[in-house]
């Protein structure tokens, strides 16, 4: 089964009929919001609004594990996160969708593994690729069949927040190779991972990055809000074309 994972300016997800919520409890305590479950075009597939139904969840507060285990427990094989990035790369004007191809993790103190404890083998799991190289085509191809563009590839900068970046450590991030920047990708990839579910981003620019472009002097929320209400639309475009 199908999940999508909803990110800012995405806590529902209405095109699904037959819909019925779940509440699931975790080893590691509650999810961000009961799973939502619905058909689309026949397609079994679970909703998961990752800061909650009320956006009142921050990305260092999200309780990634349980997501993660819920989704997993529900018969989840395959995970799109949507998540809203800055543009850091300067061809990423507000606006643009992007399926990106690696991550650089910049957050701390956030639980990032399954397994932990007295009771946990020790184990190291293979993360060359974050992302599952077959879903990032399905996206495309879904995307293909509406007119919709998508950009291919592309390293995710994952910092802690809630707060936005300072300039200078956009540069770094740049330095780093990273094209885009947002915060909820980790651990929520690696923990995918771990569970054999395959998972990918699609990622939504909301803003240029901190420093740059029209962001120079200061990141306008307001502007965000406003790329988010069209750009949501077009993602969701893409989701209900997936197959
Ligand atoms: N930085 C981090 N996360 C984000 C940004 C940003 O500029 N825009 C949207 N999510």
Same mark, same amino acid.
């Given at each position: 089964?199908?999940?999508i994972i909803g990110g800012? $300016?995405m806590?529902?997800?209405?095109?699904?009929?037959?819909? &019925?919520?779940?509440?699931?409890?975790?080893? !590691?305590?509650?999810?961000?919001?009961?799973?939502?479950?619905?058909?689309?075009? $026949?397609?079994?597939?679970?909703?998961?609004?990752?800061? $909650?139904?009320?956006?009142?969840? +921050?990305?260092?507060?999200?309780? !990634?594990?349980?997501?993660?285990?819920?989704?997993?427990?529900?018969? *989840?094989?395959?995970a799109v996160s949507v998540a809203t990035v800055?543009?850091? &790369?300067?061809? #990423?004007?507000?606006?643009t969708l992007l399926l990106p191809?690696?991550? *650089?993790?910049?957050?701390?103190? &956030?639980?990032?593994?399954?397994?932990?404890?007295?009771?946990?083998?020790?184990?190291?799991?293979?993360?060359?690729?974050?992302y599952?190289? +077959?879903l990032r085509?399905r996206l495309v191809?879904a995307a293909?069949?509406?007119?919709e563009?998508l950009l291919v $590839?592309?390293?995710y900068?994952?910092?802690?927040?809630?707060?936005?970046?300072?300039?200078?450590?956009?540069?770094?991030?740049?330095?780093?190779?990273?094209?885009?920047?947002?915060?909820?990708?980790?651990?929520?990839?690696?923990? +995918?991972?771990? #569970?054999?579910? +395959?998972y990918a981003t699609l990622a939504v620019v909301?803003?240029?990055?901190?420093?740059?472009?029209?962001?120079? &002097?200061?990141?306008? #929320?307001?502007?965000?809000?406003? *790329?988010?209400?069209?750009a949501i639309?077009r993602v969701r475009g893409v989701l %209900?074309?997936l %197959?």
């Amino acid at each position: 089964m199908l999940a999508i994972i909803g990110g800012s $300016g995405m806590a529902m997800f209405d095109e699904m009929v037959d819909r &019925r919520r779940q509440v699931v409890r975790t080893p !590691y305590g509650d999810p961000s919001c009961p799973l939502s479950f619905g058909r689309i075009d $026949g397609q079994e597939i679970v909703f998961l609004a990752r800061h $909650g139904y009320g956006h009142t969840i +921050a990305p260092h507060e999200i309780n !990634y594990r349980a997501n993660l285990w819920a989704l997993d427990e529900a018969g *989840v094989t395959a995970a799109v996160s949507v998540a809203t990035v800055g543009g850091i &790369r300067p061809d #990423l004007a507000a606006g643009t969708l992007l399926l990106p191809d690696q991550i *650089v993790d910049y957050t701390y103190r &956030r639980h990032c593994t399954f397994f932990e404890g007295p009771d946990k083998p020790v184990t190291h799991i293979d993360f060359t690729e974050p992302y599952d190289g +077959a879903l990032r085509d399905r996206l495309v191809a879904a995307a293909q069949s509406i007119g919709e563009t998508l950009l291919v $590839g592309g390293t995710y900068g994952c910092t802690q927040g809630p707060r936005l970046e300072t300039a200078g450590e956009i540069r770094r991030l740049a330095g780093d190779g990273c094209d885009v920047v947002g915060m909820t990708a980790m651990p929520e990839a690696a923990l +995918a991972r771990e #569970l054999g579910i +395959a998972y990918a981003t699609l990622a939504v620019v909301s803003n240029p990055a901190a420093g740059i472009g029209d962001s120079a &002097r200061q990141i306008s #929320l307001a502007d965000i809000q406003v *790329v988010l209400e069209s750009a949501i639309g077009r993602v969701r475009g893409v989701l %209900r074309a997936l %197959r």
